[in-house]
T-cell receptor
Framework: GDSVTQMEGPVTLSEEAFLTINCTYTATGYPSLFWYVQYPGEGLQLLLKATKADDKGSNKGFEATYRKETTSFHLEKGSVQVSDSAVYFCALFLMDSSYKLIFGSGTRLLVRP | DGGITQSPKYLFRKEGQNVTLSCEQNLNHDAMYWYRQDPGQGLRLIYYSQIVNDFQKGDIAEGYSVSREKKESFPLTVTSAQKNPTAFYLC???????????FGPGTRLTVT
């Protein structure tokens, strides 16, 4: 079935370090791909999205490129801040009858000053 | 401000009791969703509703029930049949772009 696999966390970085969180997917159709972020004690917020192959989503310094050939959507940021500490979820969406998002298990990022 | 509200933030219940979690949205969205989040796991879909008076089971609907009598409201009842009810519950809604879901702050339910 359709699924999303993320690298296990936690990922611990120093401030201003480069971030990569890996995400790969399995889907029967042509999904749209997303990264959501969850700050402590809160719900999820949409961070960025890409709806077709080779699209690059970007927001708040984060980027991810939809790679159909490798079925990947890795999240990157050039210089992380302490305020980026959160849990990041990769997700896919298929426009079938269910209209549901399929989430990865989440990757916790901890940025130290 | 438009958004989704969930109440209460923390909820404690004894085993064997039913409990209802509230979810209200003022975004004028047609679709609403309930997810369950457990530590170290992603979100799993419990129920969703694309329109008033209609809803469908998600991946883990057993032991839960919902209603959708109003566009703004989508309450979730955790029944005594749910074997492991302790979890963080998230409500979401979406408009025309179904994939762009807006989440509430969540309710943490503890059953002892």
């Amino acid at each position: 079935g359709d699924s999303v696999t993320q690298m296990e966390g936690p990922v611990t970085l120093s401030e201003e370090a480069f971030l990569t969180i890996n995400c790969t997917y399995t889907a029967t159709g042509y999904p749209s791909l997303f990264w959501y972020v969850q700050y402590p004690g809160e719900g999820l917020q949409l961070l960025l999205k890409a709806t077709k192959a080779d699209d690059k989503g970007s927001n708040k310094g984060f980027e991810a490129t939809y790679r159909k050939e490798t079925t990947s959507f890795h999240l990157e940021k050039g210089s992380v801040q302490v305020s980026d500490s959160a849990v990041y979820f990769c997700a896919l969406f298929l426009m079938d009858s269910s209209y549901k998002l399929i989430f990865g298990s989440g990757t916790r990022l901890l940025v130290r000053p | 401000d438009g958004g989704i509200t969930q109440s209460p933030k923390y909820l404690f219940r004894k085993e064997g009791q039913n409990v209802t979690l509230s979810c209200e949205q003022n975004l004028n969205h047609d679709a609403m969703y309930w997810y369950r989040q457990d530590p170290g796991q992603g979100l799993r879909l419990i129920y969703y509703s694309q329109i008033v008076n209609d809803f469908q089971k998600g991946d883990i609907a057993e032991g839960y029930s919902v209603s959708r009598e109003k566009k703004e409201s989508f309450p979730l009842t955790v029944t005594s049949a749910q074997k492991n009810p302790t979890a963080f519950y998230l409500c979401a809604s979406s408009g025309q772009e179904h994939y762009e879901q807006y989440f509430g702050p969540g309710t943490r339910l503890t059953v002892t």
